[in-house]
């Protein structure tokens, strides 16, 4: 029988502070130049939109997804030394669970009014089984579940 394997506990707010306002700052900044560059070619009105609202977006889920999937964390998280982990065994979340956080991130404020009118103590976290965890304490964690070390 194997071994329930260890999950480190949650970072702390301000870690997940840093990497939500970094995260945010990549994303905004991703929109101000599609925003710029499409200005510059006189596009009309709904066109500059379309691109703005594309790069911000499309940065923001190459990020919180693909990047996420890949290194086990986006740029933010990767910064203030944060992995994103499932809650269940602290193995790295597959693409349709991090996509559904990264979805969840932008209906915050609905999940967090539907949580409070049910009473329900969880948050969006929570609601897709992923935790952010601390760098080292994920090492440390690994460290002890191998046999030998």
Not at 32 to 44: F, G, K, N, S, V
Not at 62 to 76: D, E, K, P, Q
């Amino acid at each position: 029988m194997a071994a329930t394997p260890h999950v480190p506990r949650e970072a702390n707010d301000m870690r997940r502070l840093g990497a939500v306002l970094l995260d945010g700052l990549l994303a905004l900044t991703a929109a101000l130049i599609a925003m710029r560059a499409t200005e510059r070619a006189d596009l009309p009105g709904m066109q500059v939109f379309y691109a703005t609202a594309g790069a911000c977006f499309g940065l923001s889920f190459l990020n919180h997804v693909v990047l996420t999937r890949i290194g086990g964390a986006s740029i933010g998280k990767f910064a203030v030394r944060t992995r994103v982990v499932r809650e269940t065994d602290a193995s790295r979340p597959r693409l349709p669970r991090l996509f559904r956080r990264w979805l969840g991130g932008y209906l915050f404020v609905l999940v967090w009014i539907i949580a409070a009118f049910f009473d329900m103590a969880e948050g969006p976290e929570d609601f897709c089984g992923i935790r952010l965890v601390r760098f080292r304490d994920l090492r440390a964690a690994e460290a002890g579940s191998t046999p030998g070390r």
